[in-house]
Nanobody, 119 residues
Framework: QVQLVESGGGLVQPGGSLRLSCAAS????????MGWYRQAPGKERELVAS???????GYADSVKGRFTISRDNAENTIYLQMNNLKPEDTAVYYC?????????????WGQGTQVTVSS
């Protein structure tokens, strides 16, 4: 069973920065794609940023230019650098890993880390 452990969430003022980390229990090179989702109260979970094994990166429009996703294969960890945070970024952030592109049977999720942006 794959384990994904997130860290780095917390309370930050608007305009501030946070860096989230997601450490995997196995080589992240084995995953087709990894990424970050978030879910705010009363809203559906949404994709924030993703990175494929080949290095392709995608972002939600709402975070483009502010968030950066990266990976460290040696550490089996992905990161989400979040700058210029806004109150609407407040949510639980989840790390996600997909082993096989065409099925969710081999998708894995972390437990989530809370990010609160408030003055």
């Amino acid at each position: 069973q794959v384990q994904l452990v997130e860290s780095g969430g917390g309370l930050v003022q608007p305009g501030g920065s946070l860096r989230l980390s997601c450490a995997a229990s196995r080589s992240i090179s084995s995953f087709h794609r990894m990424g970050w989702y978030r879910q705010a109260p009363g809203k559906e979970r949404e994709l924030v940023a993703s990175i494929t094994n080949g290095g392709s990166i995608g972002y939600a429009d709402s975070v483009k230019g502010r968030f950066t996703i990266s990976r460290d294969n040696a550490e089996n960890t992905i990161y989400l650098q979040m700058n210029n945070l806004k109150p609407e970024d407040t949510a639980v952030y989840y790390c996600h890993a997909k082993r096989v592109p065409i099925t969710t049977a081999y998708d894995y999720w972390g437990q989530g880390t809370q990010v609160t942006v408030s003055s």
